[in-house]
């Protein structure tokens, strides 16, 4: 009796599942027949399954329901396509930018690890790309993130290559999980002239905060980015602990304007009258956000009385600006909060109804009159996409002008304010480092370059300050066998000659070219050597001649960017170009690396709390630096 042979492997129709060949007693097979391993009927095989096909539809329909995929061509059958069945290989190059992709999503929207487990998340980039398949969290948390965070830093760490001075700012905050974190950023000027900045590395410091420490942590992200060399200007508050750390690492220092400018409104705020005050609309701002009965009559109100939809704001005690706010906001909503407080639902409901008086409104309205100018000056500190240091010094002179002359005030609380704030500013920045490192920023700011905040003897020792450093820098940059060739180009953009178009051979003879002929076989020799002749002019001279001529320009107007113009003018300025360029990149408050917190706030949270020190750093990091 003859055998029954399964079909050879390079058959692969799912038909053959169900049929083979026959074979003889001597091992002969038989391949012009197929037989049904089911039922034994035995078919003509032409090199198709054509006939096997039909026979399952027609003799064993069960079989077909066993398979997912039909195995005859019936009405409703649609084929799958190569693309559907064919997985991307994780190495392949698009699966490798899905990936990437996602990874980017991750940091950049700060969502968790975990979201590639979603099952909403899985869906859609199965609609998006059925072939590719989503790797498991692990490997972004340990493979994805760490390279785009490499990719992004080698990125940076260029970048910081190129650029003379490198401005850093440093704060430290403490997480939800009771985890200290130290955030570095810097700042500097790009070769297109645009102000960069950067998040460096926000990690976890648990030993203690003293100026020492920080020092050694500040040596240790200079050498990490490699800008121990970049003459580092340190931006950050005015605590003790980061002075010592500027004076133990000896980094040019700067403290922060914004937080100057919060210690003197403290002080304000500290004033009995001031602080009665916004005790009083504490109170009832509290009371609005506690009372659900009183916050839906204060919205009725409103719309009655066609005000802006606002809620009451509260202060928050470390952040002087705040109270600011809260006495605006009620001034603002005052109709309204006072119609709701006569209303008999709130009366009804409320055990005490705080109130104020005609008085009490008066003096909310001079508070605001007095701090007016420190807001205004925070928000304009708080700017990163512009120059700040420079701002430091004429405001500041600005600020204490302004608060001195209030003789002729009549509010008395404003009097107090302005006199109270004065005293505090009078204290600041009075080291001969610090102002004369601000007057430098101020003098090399096309708007400020005359510093008319100060005296004839301090604005000709800030310019001869700065002569002096530039000419050190130009000794020390300029080799001497460059130094010819650079006086020249000073040369050339003080005074610039015409272009000088040699005549061809070819050109017809006039007599005006004849004359020049003539005139330079006669004298051309004795001539010609004195225009070759270099003249030899001292760095300091020329940083000097450079200096009188950008003293003479005409100043920048205040709504100018200064960047914008140092480029334009760099090359008629070349050295002061240089200068402009280590002292307009430092920022004039920490606000950047304090807004990094606002962002760890959103990282490391209740849910989060369990990720890493490590992990923490590099989402930030690529949130605040990569680029999609």
Not at 250 to 261: E, N, P, Q
Not at 352 to 360: A, H, K, N, R
Request: aromatic residues 6%.
């Amino acid at each position: 009796m003859d055998k029954l042979r399964p079909a050879p492997s390079h058959l692969k129709s799912d038909v053959w599942q169900h049929f083979g060949f026959s074979e003889d007693t001597e091992g002969v097979v038989d391949k012009s027949h197929t037989v049904c391993k089911v039922c034994s009927a035995k078919f003509k095989y032409f090199g198709n399954t054509t006939n096997m096909k039909k026979h399952i539809t027609r003799f064993h329909s069960e079989l077909e329901k066993q398979h997912s995929l039909p195995i005859t061509n019936t009405p409703g059958y649609i084929q799958r396509t190569l693309d559907q069945v064919a997985k991307l290989p994780p190495n392949s190059e698009k699966a490798k930018r899905i990936t990437r992709s996602v990874a980017g999503f991750i940091a950049k929207d700060l969502r968790p690890y975990s979201v590639v487990e979603n099952q909403g998340f899985r869906t859609m980039l199965q609609v998006l790309e059925p072939r590719y398949t989503l790797p498991l969290r692990r490997y972004f948390s340990e493979t994805a993130v760490p390279a785009l965070y490499s990719e992004c830093k080698d990125h940076i760490l260029e970048s910081l290559s190129n650029t003379d001075r490198v401005a850093i700012t440093c704060d430290a905050w403490t997480s939800i999980t009771t985890e200290s974190y130290v955030t570095i950023t810097a700042h500097y000027i790009t070769d297109e002239w645009k102000l960069a900045a950067c998040v460096l590395q926000m990690r976890a410091m648990s030993e203690s905060h003293t100026g020492a420490n920080i020092a050694e942590l500040l040596h240790n992200v200079s050498d990490e980015w490699k800008i121990r060399n970049k003459d580092l200007v340190l931006v950050s508050d005015n605590a003790s602990n980061m002075a010592v750390a500027a004076q133990l690492g000896k980094f040019s220092h700067v403290r922060c304007y914004a937080h100057t400018l919060n210690l003197a409104s403290q002080q304000a705020l500290k004033l009995p009258s001031v602080s009665r005050l916004l005790g009083r609309v504490r109170r009832i701002a509290t009371f609005f956000h506690r009372s659900a009965i009183a916050n839906h009559q204060l919205k009725e109100k409103q719309k009655q009385l066609n005000l802006p939809s606002h809620k009451l704001k509260s202060d928050v005690i470390t952040r002087w600006n705040s109270a600011y706010e809260m006495l605006e906001r009620f001034l603002e909503q005052q109709p309204a909060v006072c119609a709701a407080l006569l209303s008999q639902e709130v009366r009804k409901g409320a055990a005490e109804i705080f109130t104020l008086t005609e008085s009490d409104i008066s003096c909310s309205e001079d508070v605001i009159t007095a701090l007016k100018p420190m807001k205004d000056a925070t928000l304009l500190m708080s700017e990163e996409s512009s120059p700040t240091a420079c701002l430091i010094a004429p405001l500041h002179a600005k600020l204490i002008q302004d608060m001195k002359e209030n003789t002729e005030e009549k509010s008395v609380m404003i009097r107090e304010i302005k006199r109270v704030i004065c005293e505090d500013l009078s204290k600041r920045y009075t080291t001969n480092q610090e102002t004369s490192l601000l007057n430098k920023c101020a003098s090399l700011d096309p708007r400020f370059k005359a510093l008319p905040f100060l005296s004839k003897e301090k604005r000709e020792e800030t310019y001869k300050t700065l002569i002096t450093e530039a000419s050190s820098l130009q000794e020390q940059k300029v080799p001497d066998n460059l130094e010819d060739s650079t006086v020249k180009e000073a040369n050339i953009s003080v005074s610039p000659q015409p272009e000088v178009t040699e005549l061809q051979d070819d050109c017809p003879t006039t007599s005006k070219g004849r004359a020049s002929s003539l005139l330079h076989n006669l004298l051309g020799q004795t001539f010609s050597d004195a225009s070759d002749t270099p003249y030899h002019q001292s760095p300091s001279a020329l940083v000097e001649e450079e200096m009188t001529r950008y003293c003479s320009t005409p100043p920048l107007p205040l709504t100018e960017d200064p960047l914008n113009w140092w480029h334009v003018n760099k090359v008629s300025f070349p050295v002061l170009s240089k200068m402009a360029k280590r002292y307009l990149c430092i920022p004039a408050t920490s606000v950047s690396a304090e807004r990094v917190f606002s962002t760890a706030g959103d990282i490391v949270t209740a849910q989060r709390s369990t990720l890493t020190s490590e992990h923490v750093d590099q989402l930030l990091f690529l949130h605040k630096n990569l680029v999609l």
